[in-house]
């Protein structure tokens, strides 16, 4: 797994997956956006971290039963053991949400461990617990059921699919109140730079729509007049 730079990391908490999807499309990168998860608590902070990976697929009963447990080496288990502080756990519950991908033991292991937040395309039992951990968890819905019930544990650390988004071991996971966005490894730290550029002009295009100032040569940037404004408007405010 590549290592994120610090540098990169920052700037990444300061950005939104909003501007980060602009960044992408121009890019032609359009299915970064995992969909129809959302954040377990109101006020958890902005995650950033590369992806590690848990897979399940649908159960097979007679190989999946409460005693797969006892194996230190269930994919589970494992993923909740072996994914790095800093990185994001983010599991392919295959979008089904009828049994849970894990719950508030698990993921405080995980917040303990240092790991940087945790995905998943199905749902947390626990849900409530969870959201009072700090640690930025995001799911489709609560979900009660054991994931034993409906998921096998397959494997870890591979390419998977969540939420109809391509992850690889190692890409950037961004993840804030609108939701979550996959980076490419390779982007990572040019993607990190051109939208902490576009964050302090979007930020400066914000307060002058708010003084009552229109969009047209504003947003975008088509009127000259608006560089040189942004330029005074940087300067001043140490951006």
Known sequence: MSKLSEAT??????????????ALFKRGLRIQMIQDVHPLGADQPTMVGEAFTLRYMPAREDLNTID?????????????????PGAVLV?????????ASAGAILVTRLMKRGVAGVVTDGGFRDSAEIAKLGIPAYHHRPSAPTNLTLHQAIEI?????CGDAP?????????????VIVIPA?????????T?????????VTEEVGKGRGIFGLYPATD????????????????
């Open 68 to 84: 797969v447990f006892r194996d230190h080496s269930h994919p589970q288990r494992k993923a909740v053991e072996d994914c790095p």
């Open 167 to 179: 992850v690889f071991p190692g890409d950037v996971i961004l993840g804030d109140a609108d939701g």
């Open 224 to 239: 000259p007049q608006t560089l040189t404004d942004f330029a005074e408007w940087r300067k001043k405010n140490g951006r």
């Open 196 to 204: 902490f550029e576009m964050t302090a002009f979007e930020d400066f």
């Open 186 to 194: 390779h982007l990572a730290d040019e993607i990190a730079s051109e």
């Open 91 to 99: 599991m392919d519950s295959r979008k089904d949400a009828r049994a």
């Open 157 to 161: 650390n591979v390419p998977i699919g």
């Open 9 to 22: 990391r920052n700037k990444l908490k300061s950005v939104s997956t909003a501007t980060v999807a602009t």
